[in-house]
RNA sequence: GCCACCCUAGCUCAGUCGGUAGAGCAGCUGAUUCGUAAUCAGCAGGUCGUCGGUUCGAAUCCGACGGGUGGCUCCA
């Protein structure tokens, strides 16, 4: 062996004594504070590192994916030192890294609350400037074990105790250390912006069923500029919340009386049907057929339909007078399956008949846990774009490709980019069997890449029913919600034993495909409030034009004007009040209203108007019919 | 449901050490008749989320409950 490796930088190659450490062949003597780490032949490294092998040698600054990430790790620990030093007893868990920031999780013996952040912050600065050695050690597994368990470290062992490699890495800093993978930034003073964000609780392994844990949340930057702007962007995220903004615009309320369940005022009733009318025009070019189904239905559905063992929990149950004051017997729906094999069932089908797609923008309720309401994003009360189609086992590759088709047309059109296609597989709590579950996940996941969509597995997260492929869109706090769906479901028909007769006379099992593009209206309209900050396309805007008059004296022409518009049929209305022009504007800009006409002597001469168009700085002199033109002309989707 | 926090006028928020509440906006009334993001003045509005406790006295301290926020979990 050689005791002499090649190193390649870029362009150039040099040959150094075999365990160089690699800030020695990347820094050259140089104090850069901006590189953090090491990718020495793809993998990233500490700068610590020995080289023992010939290898490529890149820097990773603090400032790239990789190094900001580091960079948060480090800090991480850093917090965690600071925590076991001021909260002595506190057990640490785990504290990776997510997107924007990082967290870790604690066992503390009293949980930490938001009070406790800025001494915990204060310590950290101290031990940054102390600029503390990050070291490196690798330890046999079984060393590491007993090292922890002195210390009393329980979930560090139980961590261990996982981990199949002999050898695991510890990382020191000063007196205090911790199990990671790393790598780490050299030293604690390499950590300069960060900032602790919140605290929240946690379960073990984020199972209900074990301990709750203290979480830390932060986020850390390679440079306080970036921290600033990143906070900033934070608090204008905050001002895009649908909650607020559905507020300020009138569009819906929530009341304690009826916890999770929006009310939705006159004006947000516009956008949910416009949405609704949108679709049913899909429906007729996609050849789906709307029923409506009852709200709510006897036990025996439930029961036949399995919800009764696998979603009671979420059910909100009732009854009539014949349970006599005993156990409920009804329960309102959840879900619009079982009511759909109700009607295929209804009448003899048969293969001619599939596939048979059927819509139902039906009410659902489902008791879902108080601590998870959220807006309009998570309800206990809500309609979908729903449908159930019934079809053969061959038609279900062109049924998901139709669905495909469909949701990429709604998403692209409603100017949605960030959309994420991810594939739901076998839940541990499940029905039918693992082999026909593996088949089904595999269609699923082909029927994805054949339409050239990008996608993930979410192991474990398909319906009980079925695995799933699963639409996900982020609100303005980068909060990932799932919009649309696609299910397969082999387990409903077989429940309701439905059959349909094929071209051969005998007997066949349908397939049900569960799928709605929009999801729930309520959770779609939340998010579409966020992508769009209250800023609806044209089609969905509650109040599209709004005439301002400038005085007393043309109120008959603005009125006159918005009526005009009105049987045109646009949504329109005249703000006629006793106000300056520039108070009208305001009003008219902060309620988001596409378009203002804006109305005074000069135009009730010549019968003409003055268009200023939403956050739009100039204004535009037109005719009565150019307006009505101009409007006629804004797009509508489908 | 669990952990932390929050709840004062329709909305956004002040309210010191425990001494029975205050602003801006919105609302109402009046004046102003106005050219592209806030005209002026006056009036009215609160059992300080609810219930209980401590105290001579509670918006303020303690507890329970309700609702909400951020997470965990669940899920469209």
């Keep these: 062996m050689s005791s002499e490796v090649t190193v390649t930088l870029g362009a150039s190659r040099r040959v150094v004594p075999r365990g160089t450490a690699v800030r020695d062949v990347l820094l050259d003597g140089n104090k850069r504070r901006d590189i953090v780490a090491a990718r020495v032949n793809g993998k990233l490294v500490d700068l610590s590192r020995a080289l023992e092998e010939d290898a490529t040698v890149e820097p990773v600054t603090a400032d790239s994916p990789e190094g900001i990430d580091i960079l948060r790790h480090s800090t991480a620990h850093l917090m965690a030192m600071a925590v076991q030093e001021l909260y002595p007893g506190t057990q640490v868990t785990i504290g990776p890294t997510i997107e924007d920031g990082f967290y870790y999780d604690f066992a503390p013996k009293a949980p930490f609350t938001v009070e406790d952040l800025p001494k915990i912050e204060a310590r950290m600065r101290e031990l940054a400037k102390a600029n503390l050695r990050v070291e490196r050690i690798e330890v046999p597994r079984d060393e590491a074990i007993g090292k922890f368990q002195a210390m009393g470290e329980r979930y560090k062992v139980e961590i261990l105790q996982d981990i199949p490699e002999q050898t695991v890495s510890i990382?020191?800093?000063?007196?205090?250390?911790?199990?990671?993978?790393?790598?780490?930034?050299?030293?604690?003073?390499?950590?300069?912006?960060?900032?602790?964000?919140?605290?929240?609780?946690?379960?073990?392994?984020?199972?209900?069923?074990?301990?709750?844990?203290?979480?830390?949340?932060?986020?850390?930057?390679?440079?306080?500029?970036?921290?600033?702007?990143?906070?900033?962007?934070?608090?204008?995220?905050?001002?895009?919340?649908?909650?607020?903004?559905?507020?300020?615009?009138?569009?819906?309320?929530?009341?304690?009386?009826?916890?999770?369940?929006?009310?939705?005022?006159?004006?947000?009733?516009?956008?949910?049907?416009?949405?609704?009318?949108?679709?049913?025009?899909?429906?007729?070019?996609?050849?789906?057929?709307?029923?409506?189904?009852?709200?709510?239905?006897?036990?025996?559905?439930?029961?036949?339909?399995?919800?009764?063992?696998?979603?009671?929990?979420?059910?909100?149950?009732?009854?009539?007078?014949?349970?006599?004051?005993?156990?409920?017997?009804?329960?309102?729906?959840?879900?619009?399956?079982?009511?759909?094999?109700?009607?295929?069932?209804?009448?003899?089908r048969s293969y001619r008949d599939l596939p048979l797609r059927l819509a139902d923008f039906g009410r659902l309720h489902r008791n879902e846990r108080s601590g998870t309401l959220h807006g309009l994003e998570r309800v206990r009360s809500m309609a979908?774009?729903?449908?159930?189609?019934?079809?053969?086992?061959?038609?279900?590759?062109?049924?998901?490709?139709?669905?495909?088709?469909?949701?990429?047309?709604?998403?692209?059109?409603?100017?949605?980019?960030?959309?994420?296609?991810?594939?739901?597989?076998?839940?541990?709590?499940?029905?039918?069997?693992?082999?026909?579950?593996?088949?089904?996940?595999?269609?699923?996941?082909?029927?994805?890449?054949?339409?050239?969509?990008?996608?993930?597995?979410?192991?474990?997260e398909g319906a009980f029913y079925g695995p799933k492929i699963e639409i996900y869109v982020p609100d303005a706090l980068k909060r990932k919600w799932q919009v649309a769906t696609i299910q397969l479901d082999y387990n409903l028909p077989e429940r309701f034993d439905l059959s349909y007769t094929t071209?051969?006379?005998?007997?066949?099992?349908?397939?049900?495909?569960?799928?709605?593009?929009?999801?729930?209206?309520?959770?779609?309209?939340?998010?579409?409030?966020?992508?769009?900050?209250?800023?609806?396309?044209?089609?969905?805007?509650?109040?599209?034009?709004?005439?301002?008059?400038?005085?007393?004296?043309?109120e008959g022409y603005a009125s006159e004007v918005a009526q005009l518009v009105k049987r045109?049929?646009?949504?329109?209305?005249?703000?006629?009040?006793?106000?300056?022009?520039?108070?009208?504007?305001?009003?008219?800009?902060?309620?988001?209203?596409?378009?203002?006409?804006?109305?005074?002597?000069?135009?009730?001469?010549?019968?003409t108007v003055s268009l200023r168009m939403l956050r739009g700085a100039k204004n535009e002199a037109m005719s009565l019919e150019g307006l009505v033109r101009r409007l006629k002309d804004e797009p509508l989707p489908g």
């Design 171 to 348: 990382y020191r800093q000063g007196e205090w250390m911790d199990l990671c993978r790393g790598p780490h930034v050299p030293s604690t003073g390499y950590i300069k912006a960060f900032k602790l964000l919140n605290v929240a609780g946690a379960y073990w392994r984020g199972d209900e069923h074990n301990a709750m844990l203290s979480r830390i949340y932060g986020t850390a930057f390679a440079s306080k500029e970036a921290l600033e702007e990143h906070l900033k962007l934070l608090e204008l995220a905050r001002q895009r919340d649908h909650r607020k903004l559905g507020r300020e615009m009138g569009l819906f309320l929530f009341d304690p009386l009826s916890p999770g369940s929006p009310f939705f005022l006159p004006r947000g009733a516009i956008v949910y049907n416009e949405l609704i009318v949108y679709m049913r025009r899909l429906y007729r070019r996609y050849g789906f057929d709307e029923v409506i189904t009852p709200q709510v239905f006897k036990n025996d559905l439930w029961k036949t339909s399995g919800h009764w063992e696998f979603f009671r929990e979420n059910m909100f149950l009732t009854s009539d007078e014949e349970s006599a004051g005993a156990e409920p017997n009804y329960a309102f729906k959840p879900m619009n399956c079982p009511g759909h094999t109700v009607i295929f069932a209804a009448e003899k």
């Design 568 to 607: 045109e049929g646009f949504r329109a209305s005249a703000d006629l009040r006793n106000e300056k022009l520039g108070f009208k504007v305001r009003e008219a800009e902060l309620g988001k209203v596409p378009y203002m006409v804006v109305v005074g002597e000069r135009e009730a001469e010549a019968r």
């Design 503 to 554: 071209a051969a006379g005998s007997e066949a099992r349908p397939v049900m495909i569960h799928r709605a593009i929009l999801g729930s209206l309520e959770r779609f309209i939340g998010v579409l409030i966020e992508h769009t900050g209250g800023v609806f396309p044209f089609w969905l805007a509650p109040e599209q034009v709004r005439v301002l008059s400038l005085s007393e004296k043309v």
């Design 384 to 460: 979908q774009d729903d449908a159930h189609i019934f079809c053969t086992p061959e038609q279900i590759e062109s049924e998901v490709d139709l669905n495909l088709r469909m949701v990429r047309e709604v998403y692209a059109s409603l100017g949605f980019e960030a959309v994420e296609f991810k594939l739901a597989t076998m839940p541990a709590e499940h029905m039918g069997s693992e082999e026909q579950w593996r088949e089904n996940e595999a269609k699923l996941g082909n029927a994805l890449s054949r339409n050239g969509l990008q996608w993930e597995e979410n192991p474990g």
